[in-house]
Each structure stands twice: as C-alpha cells, then as structure tokens.
C-alpha cells in the first residue's frame, strides 16, 4: 500500500531564516506531487506541482520553491522565511498519467515563524 | 474559472442529529466531485468521491450525490457522532480544463462540523 511521509510535524522559525520541508511517498512509482498550504481558518491554496523528476509548476509567485530531486520525494523550500509563511503545509499525491484526479495527503507540517 | 462553495461554519448539532453541509461548484468541464475530512491537527483524507453525474460516494455513514442540473455536491449522514466532529473540505477537479496531465483539486473554505454529546 502507499503511503505519504512528511518532515518535521512541527517548526518554529524566526523571520529570515531559511526551510526545508521534505515530502516522501512509498508504494507507488511517477505519481504526481503537490504542496498545499492551510493558513489558519482557510482553506487550501496549491503552491506547486510536480508531474516528473525535476518538473515543477509553480501556482502562486511568492517566497518559497519546490523541487523534486527524486521520483518521491518533493522538497518544499525558502531562503528567507516572512511572517506571513506562517501555516499548516500539506504534501499530497495522485497516481501519474492522469488515470485518476484522487489525491492522498499527508500529515502535515506545521509551520510558525516568529 | 472553476470554483466551489461550501455553507459557512461552524455547524454546531448534538449527537445523533441529522447532518447536511451544502457544496455547490462552478466547472467549465466535466469535474469529478470530492468531499475529504481534516481531524484537528491532521492532513487530510479523502471521504468520499463521485465521478459523473448522479453517482453517489458513500463512506463511513456519509453520502453525497453528484447533481449536475444544481451542481451541487451536498454532503448528509443521518446520525452523527462526537468522533465526526472535523473540518469539512469539498473539491473538484475538472479534468478538461487541466488538460489530464495534473488533476489539480480546487477545494471550497471548509466547514467546521462540532458535534456535542
């Protein structure tokens, strides 16, 4: 069965620092990958996705940078953190070549910067 | 562009009250309709799904019926529980405007279901 990893749960982070988010998903080979971010009270904006090793698609011009340097594993970064990147970031998947538009989350990582 | 609606929460019932939270979306395309729950301090997981007009996703005491001519997507169960209590996301994802290649989900604000003993 697949299943989706993120770390860390949780991170507290001064402003101007940088980050690094790390995604894995076991199980499957070529899937889709996504980063969410959830800023408290509201809903999910996609911040990037990615169809293949080294292919991001960037949804929202902003701080932050996603790069996939293997199959399943999708890295979500930043050089200097704001304030306003405050939030609960969520990684999901779906299985690649469009064969179904389901996707799997997974746990989140939650993200404060100070 | 593809969007979807949800009823503001908090939706406040007590235990075994009958439960809708209405969803209506917009699509240009021939969407697939989800609605995934979020237990507090939790990702997401995928309740249910429907894939084409008047199909029915069930799960777990949920149904929601894909209805093309409201298009609507309303989320019931019949006797909720205090272990229900959660965030309600529903999404679509439009094949047709995306092209295939990604299936990216558009999902509404969510709704914050408290269930009270």
């Known amino acids: 069965s697949q299943t989706i990893h993120q770390w860390p749960a949780t991170l507290v982070q001064p402003v101007g620092s940088p980050l690094s988010l790390e995604c894995t998903v076991e199980?499957?080979?070529?899937?889709?990958l996504y980063w969410y971010r959830q800023a408290a009270g509201r809903g999910l904006q996609l911040l990037f996705y990615?169809?293949?090793?080294?292919?991001i698609s960037s949804e929202v011009p902003q701080n932050l940078s996603a790069s996939r340097p293997q199959d399943r594993q999708f890295i979500l970064s930043s050089k200097k953190l704001l304030l306003s990147d405050s939030g609960f970031y969520l990684c999901?998947?779906?299985?690649?070549?469009?064969?179904?538009?389901?996707?799997?989350f997974g746990p989140g990582t939650r993200l404060t910067v100070l | 562009g593809d969007s979807v609606t949800q009823m503001e929460g908090p939706v406040t019932l007590s235990e075994e009250a009958f439960l809708t939270i209405n969803c209506t979306y917009t699509?240009?395309?021939?969407?697939?309709l989800f609605w995934y729950v979020q237990y507090p301090g939790e990702g997401l997981q995928l309740l249910l799904k429907?894939?084409?007009?008047?199909d029915k996703g069930s799960n777990k005491g949920f149904e929601a019926t894909y209805r093309k001519e409201t298009t609507s997507f309303h989320l019931e169960k019949g006797s909720v529980q205090v272990s229900d209590s959660a965030v309600y996301f529903c999404?679509?994802?439009?094949?047709?405007?995306?092209?295939?290649?990604?299936?990216?989900?558009?999902f509404g604000t969510g709704t914050l279901l408290a269930v009270q003993p």
């Open positions: 999901a998947w779906s299985i690649g070549g469009a064969s179904t538009d389901t996707q799997y």
């Open positions: 429907a894939t084409k007009a008047d």
């Open positions: 699509a240009t395309g021939y969407p697939s």
């Open positions: 199980g499957t080979s070529n899937p889709n």
């Open positions: 990615s169809v293949g090793i080294g292919q």
């Open positions: 999404a679509l994802s439009d094949r047709e405007n995306y092209g295939g290649a990604t299936n990216k989900l558009i």
